[in-house]
């Protein structure tokens, strides 16, 4: 059974800093396709980013919103994902959901972490 | 970027009744279109994959059709458990991935 375990979230100020990890289970995470995806309170799905196996190039892609300011990396050897975030707005308050992508479809979801951004 | 848009916002139905959802997007997705189930407080979950496939443990009363830029989900005998929000993905044009604003299922 494929597990992903997401930890790090919390409350920061605006401008601050927060990394996300993702622990990964019950799937070969050498070979997996990831992203990101995040949901404001009370409204739909937004995708964030997403990083391709290291074998397919480990190369990263971000949604407009984000892009230059969160960063998203993997450690293989520990079978875990990252989402480093920076100069954090308020409106990136969110409940922050690893994904696991096979066939360009997100076929799994973990519990997700919430992220509030407030002074 | 590609543009989905669901309809109706809300659906007000009973248990027993059918649910019909519809996803349009703003350009061709051939198939590439996916459906997701999320309860409150919980992650989505994904139902149906290339616009028809159910996913694993998926009951049969829920079914996908469409192509192009028109899709349905059905729910053909709404159970309590089924009150939800579905969103549908596109996944034909990506990054970046987008999602439809989501259908509310809710009981009448």
């Known amino acids: 059974e494929v597990q992903l375990v997401e930890s790090g979230g919390g409350l920061v100020k605006p401008g601050g800093s927060l990394r996300l990890s993702c622990a990964v289970s019950g799937l070969t995470f050498t070979n997996a396709w990831m992203t990101w995806v995040r949901q404001a309170p009370g409204k739909g799905l937004e995708w964030v980013g997403r990083i391709k196996s290291n074998p397919d190039g480990g190369t990263t892609d971000y949604a407009a919103p984000v892009k230059d300011r969160f960063t998203i990396s993997r450690d293989d050897s520990k079978n875990t994902l990252y989402l480093q975030m920076n100069s954090l707005k308020i409106e990136d308050t969110a409940v922050y959901y690893c994904?696991?992508?096979?066939?360009?479809?997100?076929?799994?979801w973990g519990q997700g972490t919430l992220v509030t951004v407030s002074s | 970027e590609i543009v989905l848009t669901q309809s109706p916002v809300t659906l007000s139905l009973s248990p027993g009744e059918r649910a019909t959802l519809s996803c349009r997007a703003s350009?061709?997705?051939?198939?590439?279109l996916a459906w997701y189930q999320q309860k409150p407080g919980q992650a989505p979950r994904l139902l149906i994959y290339?616009?028809?496939n159910r996913a694993t443990g998926i009951p049969t009363r829920f079914s996908g059709s469409g192509s192009g830029t028109d899709f349905t989900l059905t729910i053909s005998s709404l159970e309590p458990e089924d009150f939800a929000v579905y969103y549908c993905h596109q996944c034909s044009d990506w990054p970046p991935f987008t999602f439809g604003p989501g259908t509310k299922v809710d009981i009448k």
């Open positions: 290339d616009a028809s």
């Open positions: 994904t696991h992508i096979r066939f360009s479809t997100i076929y799994e």
């Open positions: 350009q061709s997705v051939g198939t590439y």
